[in-house]
């Protein structure tokens, strides 16, 4: 059974950074892409950025330029950085190995992120 907790967030300002880390347990950290997704209230969750088991990355859009994923494998841990915050990027963050169908296992707790001056 994979376990993912997530961890980092917490209120900033806008234009704040945040450091997001998750840790995953089970060897799917060890098989899959590693991904970030968030969900805004009243919103669907939606995909934030995504980490190959070799560190190839591709981020949505919104966030493009502003975040960076990375993943520790020797630690299976993978991060978020997120630079120039915005209100926009208030949302749950959660983490999640990733094929190519999307998602997989089950999702965490997540960790809020509050962008708000």
């Known amino acids: 059974q994979v376990q993912l907790v997530e961890s980092g967030g917490g209120l900033v300002q806008p234009g704040g950074s945040l450091r997001l880390s998750c840790a995953a347990s089970?060897?799917?950290?060890?098989?899959?892409?590693m991904g970030w997704y968030r969900q805004a209230p009243g919103k669907q969750r939606e995909f934030v950025a995504r980490v190959t088991r070799y560190g190839g990355t591709n981020y949505a859009d919104s966030v493009k330029g502003r975040f960076t994923i990375s993943r520790d494998n020797a630690k299976n841990v993978v991060y978020l950085q997120m630079n120039s915050l915005k209100p926009e990027d208030t949302a749950v963050y959660y983490c999640?190995?990733?094929?190519?169908?999307?998602?997989?296992?089950?999702w965490g707790q997540g960790t809020q992120v509050t962008v708000s001056s």
């Open positions: 089970g060897s799917i950290f060890s098989t899959y892409a």
């Open positions: 999640n190995a990733v094929s190519g169908s999307g998602p997989v296992g089950n």
